[in-house]
């Protein structure tokens, strides 16, 4: 009786422990999200837009490096840049934190240089577009990289049972600190003249306050996570060469191969509709950044409940499944965005809501299922190409939206492409067998997948 004590004392310490540290986990969700919302979703797109502008010639056009290059392209251009930087970046990081079993180190430096960068949007004002531009680069590159170590501490914080639930509940904190942030960001905004600040020190201040968020929060994951040596010391494989090493170990299990190609595919549409839905809401349709605070402020608020609620159907119908329905609801929310009439908030917000319902849910089922997919230690660089698919392979849908928006002049254009993006990803998706898949990586498979 006496050990029975003993061991279920020890068990319940464990247990403990394992949900202290998944509560900080989910703290480094509620710390960046909010440069996500605030800042990428809501007012860098618009504001560095306008700043572009101001600085165009009489043709429209900025000049960066010398290429000509349409104002209103050049947010989605730098987009694009920021990914191929992380890109070159994330491997990197993954091959170190495998390597040295250090991720905590890694993850505080990549976090305090975008918050860094974020404050420093602050300072955008004028013609500083460059400037913008630049900081955006580092900012983005930099939540890419730290996404790549707090995401592979999934499958070491949370057993198979619980990554699902683990996961959801890090997207609704992340989406829940997101609305907080932007109920402060509105009442700024739309009070600016109470405050004693024009409309453009309000977005300035929303930019850099953002930033100093991400910095302040990152403290509590830095507290709580524990690092853990997964790899031998004398594994010294570095940077693009850990990479190889990891494609080539996943050409021996391309079932885990196949759904990376489809999350390559659909997320860049999901990535893109994120960065560019207040660019299409301003510049197309006319509406007002009050309005679209408002409506990226819904998303918010019912994503935490599209998450946690989506987290729930796929304990009923298999985690693969509800991701499937998620992308049939994309690519009807997107055709419906085409048609959108102009100066019609109403309409914008009844488009935001949808987006709301499947935006959390989406991210965070294709991050847990990915976690059954991972050979036991070697998280870190699986993640890291997991990353590279999530934000690191993001530079497409951008490209597109950006060209398109070059070549047409019109956004309705852009936005109806990338249907393409959904529509694809869910063929791809619907080929992996996602139980055959967990066994080859040598993971227990769930009763429902």
């Known amino acids: 009786m006496g050990s029975d004590t003993v061991r279920a004392g020890q068990t319940g310490d464990v247990a403990a422990d394992r949900r202290r540290e998944q509560h900080g986990w989910y703290f480094y969700d509620w710390a960046c999200s909010v440069y996500s919302t605030s800042v990428l979703t809501v007012f860098l797109g618009p504001y560095l837009t306008a700043v572009a502008e101001s600085a165009a010639d009489p043709d429209g056009f900025v000049h960066p490096l010398g290429i000509p290059v349409r104002a209103g392209s050049f947010f989605a ?18 091959a170190a934190a495998d390597r040295t079993g250090r991720k905590k180190p890694l993850l505080a430096a990549a976090a305090y240089v975008g918050a860094g960068a974020t404050t420093g949007l602050f300072f955008l004002d004028g013609h500083r577009y460059l400037l913008g531009g630049l900081l955006l ?53 739309t009070a600016h003249d109470s405050f004693g600040v024009s409309e453009s020190m309000a977005v300035r201040i929303c930019l850099a306050s953002a930033g100093l968020w991400w910095g302040v929060f990152t403290l509590v994951p830095l507290k ?15 940077g693009w060469r850990q990479l190889a090493s990891t494609v080539k170990d996943m050409r021996g299990k391309p079932l885990t191969l196949s759904f990376l190609l489809a999350y390559l595919v659909y997320n860049d549409g999901i990535q893109t509709v994120i960065s560019q ?16 605070i408002t409506a990226v402020l819904m998303v918010q608020v019912l994503a935490v409940a599209g998450a946690l609620g989506m987290g729930r159907l796929a304990r009923g119908y298999g985690a693969k499944r509800t991701i499937l329905g998620s992308l049939a609801a994309w690519a009807v929310i997107l055709a419906a965005g085409y048609f959108l009439p102009a100066g ?106």
């Not at 930099?142 to 707090?150: K, N, P």
């Not at 660019?279 to 197309?284: A, D, I, K, L």
């Not at 619907?430 to 080859?440: G, L, T």
Request: aromatic share 10%.
């Open 277 to 292: 839905a207040s660019v299409y809401g301003s510049r197309e349709l006319g509406l007002s950044q009050s309005t679209l």
């Open 344 to 449: 019609a908030p109403m309409w914008f917000f009844v488009l935001a809501a949808g987006i709301g319902l499947v935006l959390g849910g989406s991210q965070a089922l294709s991050r847990s299922l990915f976690s059954h997919l991972v050979p036991p230690g070697k998280e870190a660089e699986y993640f890291s190409a997991y990353e590279m698919s999530d934000r690191g392979m993001s530079w497409l849908g951008p490209l597109l939206f950006g060209i398109t928006y070059q070549l047409t002049g019109s956004y309705r254009d852009a936005i109806i492409s990338l249907v393409a993006f959904f529509a694809i990803g869910f063929v791809l998706l619907a080929r992996v067998p996602v139980r055959r898949a967990i066994s080859d990586a040598g993971n227990p498979v769930p009763e429902r997948i």
């Open 137 to 189: 680069v580092v900012a983005n590159a930099s939540v890419a990289v730290s996404m790549v170590l707090y995401n592979s501490y999934l499958p070491q914080i949370a057993p198979p049972e619980e990554r699902d639930a683990v996961s959801s509940r890090g997207w609704a904190f992340g989406y829940a600190a997101g609305s907080l942030v932007l109920v402060a960001n509105l009442v700024l905004f």
């Open 224 to 238: 709580r996570l524990r690092d853990r040596r997964t790899a031998p010391a004398a594994a010294r494989v570095h």
């Open 77 to 94: 251009y730098c987009v694009s840049a920021s990914v191929i930087v992380a890109i070159a970046l994330m491997p990197m990081a993954g």
